[in-house]
């Protein structure tokens, strides 16, 4: 799919609950605060692996074509996930995975996360792409994507992607570990190995 395909607004429809999935844009500003409410409901829920987001940066996100929203045909949020650089763009991740409660168990994670992807890889094709994740169905989809586990020490070293577990409950777990390791699970998807 090319970048300009990307960028039309409909990427694909989903039959399963009538959702479909954007690449988010200024348009659904309206949403970030949903989306922010859902993350922070799920982080208080797990307990752990979620980090916390402003509306503003989500919106941030939007704004530059970094996000991937799903929604309803009633426009409610159905799920959500945004892209990051890191290392001058040596990295890329894609985080924020979020799916409604009433949405979830319908393949829609498993939607996103291959959309996010993909928009990762247009954007980014020399970016190696990772994640650190607790939750098993984002260890599935992304296995099934192609990303392997791997230790910290082969993930970004920009202290900025790691100053986001600070909202993590575990995060001093990771500082004992100086980094090396924590209750995530790294994951990564090296396009020179894939190629
Ligand atoms: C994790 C989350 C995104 C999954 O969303 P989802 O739309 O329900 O996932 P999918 O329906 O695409 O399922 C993908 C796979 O994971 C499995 N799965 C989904 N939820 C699961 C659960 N709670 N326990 C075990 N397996 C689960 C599915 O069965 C499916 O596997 P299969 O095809 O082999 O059967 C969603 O539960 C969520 O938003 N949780 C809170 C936020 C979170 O944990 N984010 C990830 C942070 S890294």
Redesign the pocket.
């Known amino acids: 799919m090319s970048v300009e395909a990307l960028a039309l607004p409909v990427i694909e429809p989903s039959v399963a609950a009538g959702v479909q999935i954007f690449v988010a844009t200024e348009a659904h500003y309206r949403h970030a605060d949903r989306i922010c409410s859902l993350i922070a409901r ?1 982080a208080a829920a ?1 307990g752990t ?2 980090a916390k987001r402003q509306p503003a940066y989500i919106r941030g996100k939007m704004a530059e074509g970094k996000a991937v929203i799903a929604l309803s045909l009633q426009q409610e949020v159905a ?1 959500f996930c945004y892209i990051e650089t890191w290392d001058h763009g040596k990295y890329a991740a894609n985080s924020g ?3 409604a409660p009433q ?8 939607r996103i996360k291959r959309q996010a992807f993909e928009l990762s890889r247009e954007r980014y094709p020399n970016a190696k792409l990772f994640g650190i ?1 607790t ?4 260890m ?2 992304n296995s099934e994507l192609g990303y392997k586990p791997v230790t910290f020490s082969e993930l970004t070293s920009d202290n900025i992607f790691w100053q986001g577990c600070q909202s993590c409950p575990n995060y001093d777990v990771l500082t004992r570990m100086k980094r090396k390791m924590c209750l995530c699970t790294g994951m990564l998807y090296d396009p020179e190995a894939e190629s």
């Open positions: 799920a797990r692996g979620i799920g995975l979020i799916v949405f979830r168990r319908m393949g829609l994670a498993r994740t939750s098993l169905p984002v599935k989809i």
